[in-house]
């Protein structure tokens, strides 16, 4: 058995997957490799059965049986329309206003995050169905990327989470409460979005004109009904899955089942529902599920030899002997986190960090809730920081060529948000009970 330092484990391992992550390799095979690799020197023969037994524990957690199901309920609802028609909706009420077709795309996004909670879903319609209509109506390539992308990327915070069903396991931590305590970060980032928007509009009134009078011209009632009609669908798949967690009626495993039968009750009732869209639905569901459980898995195993071989409390002592008392080290925590999230896919991320970060946290004396909904906040900004930027070359993919928006436009449209990420977590640290209050509020 070779001895290696703590200290040398943790640089070695860390830097190992910076590095073989930008050869492009899967983040999977490179966690994997790296955990196998480290500990054969670290245990030699009894590495695998150590391997095995971590993938095994990750593969068996039953609130992780939720992931397919939020999966399933979002691809589902995609395929249903009710999100274009509540687009439809609100250009009417708001396409008037100066940049009221991107509040509507945030509005959009927001509530999708609320039904969908699902990235590519989310920013890929968004681009299908806002993109265009913006850009013909004179905005700018910019503008318009930028509020489709962070108004798609909202799905990844606002419930019903994938990042969070995942971060709950991870840190131990109840994942109904984390819910409740993300609902009001995310609507603050929509808020912080749509103010943006508003102000940019009325200095810069060039880069999003309103829309004629004559093409949303409706009788107020009319468009009173058709609104009431629109938002009807998604308060109920929202009641269906965050209610009865907020009530206690469920636990969010159960919850994610009620919602994906929830959302394939309304495809039928829009008479979208067909044998081809339910194999698709689930082929994306397997697809997606299978990624996330692989990494899941592989990670899982990598930080069982990070941790075993005192890797986790090498970085611990480093972190909590930075200068400056405890919010030094929570601003290099959430730096770390920040600048993983330029190279490192969210979800490795979870599985590598949390368990690292999450004893440091309670060390510093934070509120485990508080602490965690501060780190998937923070990592909002990794779908729209280069080189990575899954958001980004999600919207260039899906945006029409005939449109002529390129990456560069999608840059220079995202920055602002990733500040406005920045100005949203520097208000949850003043004002810790915007994502407390919630959690405390939920039914036992």
């Given at each position: 058995?070779?001895?290696?330092?703590?200290?040398?484990?943790?640089?070695?391992?860390?830097?190992?997957?910076?590095?073989?992550?930008?050869?492009?390799?899967?983040?999977?095979?490179?966690v994997?490799?790296i955990a196998l690799?480290?500990?054969?020197f670290?245990?030699?023969?009894?590495?695998?059965?150590?391997?095995y037994?971590?993938?095994?524990?990750?593969?068996?957690?039953y609130?992780?049986?939720a992931?397919?199901?939020?999966?399933?309920?979002?691809?589902?609802?995609?395929?249903?329309?009710?999100?274009?028609?509540?687009?439809?909706?609100l250009?009417?009420?708001?396409?008037?206003?100066?940049?009221g077709?991107?509040?509507?795309?945030?509005?959009?996004?927001?509530?999708?995050?609320a039904?969908?909670?699902?990235?590519?879903?989310?920013?890929?319609?968004?681009?299908?169905?806002a993109?265009?209509?913006m850009?013909?109506?004179?905005?700018s390539?910019?503008f318009?990327?930028?509020?489709?992308?962070?108004?798609?990327?909202?799905?990844?915070?606002?419930?019903?989470?994938?990042?969070?069903?995942?971060?709950?396991?991870?840190?131990?931590?109840?994942?109904?409460?984390?819910?409740?305590?993300?609902?009001?970060?995310?609507?603050i980032?929509?808020?912080?979005?749509?103010?943006?928007?508003?102000?940019?509009?009325f200095?810069?009134?060039?880069?999003?004109?309103?829309?004629?009078?004559?093409?949303?011209?409706?009788?107020?009632?009319?468009?009173?009904?058709?609104?009431?009609?629109?938002?009807?669908?998604?308060?109920?798949?929202i009641?269906s899955?965050?209610?009865?967690?907020?009530l206690g009626?469920?636990?969010?495993?159960?919850?994610?089942?009620v919602?994906?039968?929830?959302a394939?009750?309304?495809?039928?009732?829009?008479?979208?529902?067909?044998?081809?869209?339910?194999?698709?639905?689930?082929?994306?569901?397997?697809?997606?599920?299978?990624?996330i459980?692989l990494?899941?898995s592989?990670?899982f195993?990598f930080?069982?030899?990070?941790?075993?071989a005192?890797?986790?409390q090498?970085?611990?002592e480093?972190?909590?002997?930075?200068?400056?008392?405890?919010?030094?080290a929570?601003?290099?925590?959430?730096?770390?986190?920040?600048?993983?999230?330029?190279?490192?896919?969210?979800?490795?991320?979870i599985?590598?960090?949390?368990?690292i970060?999450?004893?440091?946290f309670?060390?510093?004396?934070?509120d485990?809730?508080?602490?965690?909904?501060?780190?998937?906040?923070?990592?909002?900004?990794?779908?729209?920081?280069?080189p990575?930027?899954?958001?980004?070359?999600?919207?260039?993919?899906?945006?029409d060529?005939?449109?002529?928006?390129?990456?560069?436009?999608?840059?220079?449209?995202?920055?602002?948000?990733?500040i406005?990420?920045?100005?949203?977590?520097?208000?949850?640290?003043?004002?810790?009970?915007?994502?407390?209050?919630?959690?405390?509020m939920?039914?036992?």
């Amino acid at each position: 058995m070779i001895e290696l330092s703590p200290e040398v484990v943790a640089v070695v391992m860390l830097g190992a997957v910076l590095v073989l992550v930008l050869t492009g390799y899967p983040l999977a095979y490179v966690v994997g490799i790296i955990a196998l690799v480290v500990g054969m020197f670290v245990w030699q023969g009894q590495v695998s059965q150590m391997l095995y037994l971590r993938a095994q524990k990750i593969m068996l957690n039953y609130t992780l049986l939720a992931v397919p199901l939020f999966v399933f309920m979002g691809v589902m609802l995609e395929r249903s329309g009710i999100i274009e028609r509540l687009y439809d909706v609100l250009y009417l009420w708001l396409g008037g206003f100066r940049g009221g077709l991107a509040v509507v795309t945030v509005i959009v996004g927001t509530i999708m995050a609320a039904t969908v909670g699902i990235i590519t879903a989310s920013v890929t319609l968004l681009t299908l169905v806002a993109l265009p209509s913006m850009i013909k109506r004179g905005y700018s390539k910019s503008f318009a990327s930028g509020a489709c992308t962070a108004g798609g990327v909202l799905g990844i915070l606002i419930p019903p989470s994938i990042m969070i069903v995942l971060y709950g396991p991870m840190a131990e931590l109840s994942v109904g409460k984390l819910f409740f305590g993300a609902f009001v970060p995310g609507f603050i980032l929509s808020i912080l979005y749509i103010s943006y928007i508003i102000i940019r509009s009325f200095i810069q009134p060039a880069i999003a004109p309103p829309v004629p009078v004559e093409e949303r011209a409706m009788p107020f009632l009319q468009k009173t009904t058709k609104l009431f009609v629109a938002l009807v669908p998604p308060a109920i798949l929202i009641m269906s899955v965050l209610g009865v967690i907020f009530l206690g009626i469920a636990a969010p495993t159960e919850a994610a089942g009620v919602g994906a039968f929830a959302a394939t009750l309304l495809t039928i009732a829009y008479r979208r529902f067909s044998f081809d869209v339910l194999k698709e639905v689930t082929l994306m569901t397997a697809r997606l599920s299978g990624f996330i459980l692989l990494v899941g898995s592989m990670s899982f195993a990598f930080t069982g030899v990070f941790l075993g071989a005192g890797g986790g409390q090498a970085v611990s002592e480093v972190i909590l002997a930075t200068p400056g008392g405890r919010w030094a080290a929570f601003a290099v925590i959430m730096f770390i986190c920040f600048l993983l999230g330029m190279f490192i896919d969210w979800i490795g991320i979870i599985f590598i960090m949390v368990p690292i970060i999450t004893p440091i946290f309670a060390a510093l004396g934070f509120d485990p809730i508080w602490a965690a909904i501060m780190v998937c906040v923070n990592l909002q900004s990794s779908f729209m920081t280069p080189p990575f930027a899954m958001g980004i070359y999600i919207c260039r993919g899906a945006a029409d060529p005939s449109l002529g928006v390129t990456v560069a436009d999608i840059i220079r449209g995202v920055i602002p948000f990733v500040i406005l990420i920045l100005v949203g977590i520097a208000l949850l640290v003043i004002w810790p009970n915007l994502v407390l209050w919630l959690p405390s509020m939920m039914i036992k």
